[in-house]
C-alpha cells in the first residue's frame, strides 16, 4: 500500500455531494475502463444533465480521484480503490497497488 496526502479541502468538497459519490463509486467498479459522459449519465440512479455530471466530475478531478484524456475519450478512476484517512496530521488516500 502506498499513501498519497491530498489537499483535505478539496476531498471534502469531492465527496460531500451524493451524486459526486455515485459517480466516483461507479468508475472504481468499472476501473481501469474508462467511460464517456453518456456512460455515466446511464449509470446513474437519478437524471443528471450532462452540465452537471461535467461539472461534478470537475470535482472529482480536481480532488484527485478523476482522470481524463477529453470528454471523447471518457473518464476513469485514477486508483483502484479509495480509502480515506482524517487525522490530526492531514487528510491520506490510501490505495492498493
Known amino acids: 500500500m502506498t499513501q498519497k496526502e491530498l489537499d483535505g479541502h478539496k476531498v471534502g468538497d469531492a465527496i460531500s455531494d451524493s451524486t459526486r459519490v455515485e459517480i466516483l463509486q461507479h468508475l472504481l467498479k468499472c476501473y481501469p475502463k474508462s467511460l464517456t459522459m453518456n456512460e455515466i449519465e446511464k449509470a446513474l440512479s437519478k437524471h443528471v444533465?450532462?452540465?452537471?455530471?461535467?461539472?461534478?466530475?470537475r470535482k472529482l478531478r480536481e480532488a484527485g480521484f478523476v482522470?481524463?484524456?477529453?470528454?471523447k475519450k471518457g473518464f476513469r478512476a485514477l486508483r483502484p480503490t479509495i480509502n480515506i484517512t482524517?487525522?490530526?496530521?492531514?487528510?491520506r488516500v490510501e490505495e492498493e497497488e
Open 49 to 57: 444533465s450532462p452540465t452537471t455530471i461535467s461539472f461534478h466530475l
Open 67 to 71: 482522470i481524463t484524456n477529453g470528454h
Open 86 to 91: 482524517v487525522s490530526d496530521n492531514g487528510v
